[in-house]
């Protein structure tokens, strides 16, 4: 009997659920030796050789913005993670993966390609703001609208969801590792330090917020000073890294308005009785509800497993292949 595996192919992390658990959370990053084209690592050993590989050792993140950048590599990624949650079976899986909603037929195609590849025996794909919904436990078969907003790696997806299928959907380039460059270019511009991308999502979890806080909070941040090249600590505080994601939570926030506009009246009276659910990691960043709700006056709720949704969501899809076939893509 074949396994049946949900997986959230993300641009940062690569989640797969079995039986509604999470069995493997990994980062979206592969360590190649350039000398036989092997893999050296994949997952959370090769994310911790970002910026520190020799010249013949090179971390590669294969997915950009949610699709795939590097075919070849995310095979390889692919079956590594496959290999690792299905080592005891003797039997080829069967796998939903989740792709984005604003993905070509190329991109479809290369994603389901990359799951055969990877030795799957058969392959679906869910868009992501599908399986976010089911994995944050809206109910997307009722006659009711619900607007699901994913905020994962490389894309904020926004999706108005109504009988089994997206009726409204857009996507905005800004997501967690923008927050990340904002913070980068932030600390260069106003303190001449350069700061790496894990030092930055360090910087995002522990003190950044979308709104100003009661009690402001603060770290040393290491990095190096642009002028003199040498090491150099700065502490900041979260009012600086509000300051720093200002912009980009605004193009969220401009995006969830221009589906709103789209969305039938029925669907978007529906909305603001049910409100807006947060998913995906960017989900987590302190006051994020609370901004959009002022802007928009809608409840917003976050997932209760917000950087799970997606992973879940695919895992359900997997469970019950026959009665989904009506939300996979290309089905």
Do not use: W
């Not at 797969?16 to 990994?26: M, Q």
């Amino acid at each position: 009997m074949a396994l049946e595996l949900g997986i959230d192919l993300g641009t940062s992390n690569t989640l797969i659920c079995i039986k509604g658990e999470i069995v493997l959370n990994e980062p979206s990053v592969v360590a190649i030796n350039e000398n036989d084209g092997s893999v050296a690592a994949a997952g959370t050993e090769a994310k911790e050789m970002l910026g520190r590989t020799h010249k013949n050792l090179c971390a590669v993140c294969p997915i950009k913005e949610g699709v795939i950048a590097n075919f070849d590599t995310t095979i390889s990624m692919l079956k590594a993670f496959i290999k690792k949650t299905t080592k005891n079976s003797f039997f080829r899986p069967r796998i939903v993966i989740s792709i984005p909603a604003c993905v070509t037929e190329v991109e479809k195609r290369a994603v389901r390609e990359a799951g055969l590849a990877a030795g799957a025996k058969e392959v679906y794909l869910i868009e992501e703001p599908m399986a976010a919904a089911i994995g944050s436990g809206i109910e997307v078969n009722r006659p009711v609208g619900s607007m699901i907003v994913d905020i994962g790696g490389g894309l904020t997806e926004i999706a108005v969801i109504s009988l089994g299928g997206i009726v409204v959907s857009d996507f905005v380039k800004v997501a967690g590792n923008s927050f990340d460059e904002d913070i980068i270019q932030y600390m260069k511009r106003k303190y001449n330090l350069s700061l790496g991308a894990i030092t930055a999502e360090a910087v995002k979890v522990e003190i950044g917020s979308a709104c100003p806080m009661k009690d402001e909070i603060s770290m040393e941040v290491h990095g190096r000073d642009s002028v003199t090249g040498l090491p150099r600590n700065v502490k900041i505080d979260s009012s600086e890294v509000r300051e720093a994601l200002s912009e980009s939570l605004e193009m969220i926030i401009d995006g969830i308005k221009s589906v709103l506009e789209k969305t039938p009246p029925e669907l978007a009276a529906d909305i603001y009785e049910t409100g807006i659910v947060l998913s995906g990691g960017g989900a987590t960043l302190r006051g994020l509800g609370k901004l959009i709700n002022k802007n928009i006056d809608i409840p917003v709720y976050i997932a209760e497993e917000p950087m799970q949704c997606v992973a879940l969501g695919t895992g359900r899809a997997a469970e019950d292949i026959k009665s989904m076939k009506n939300i996979f893509i290309g089905e």
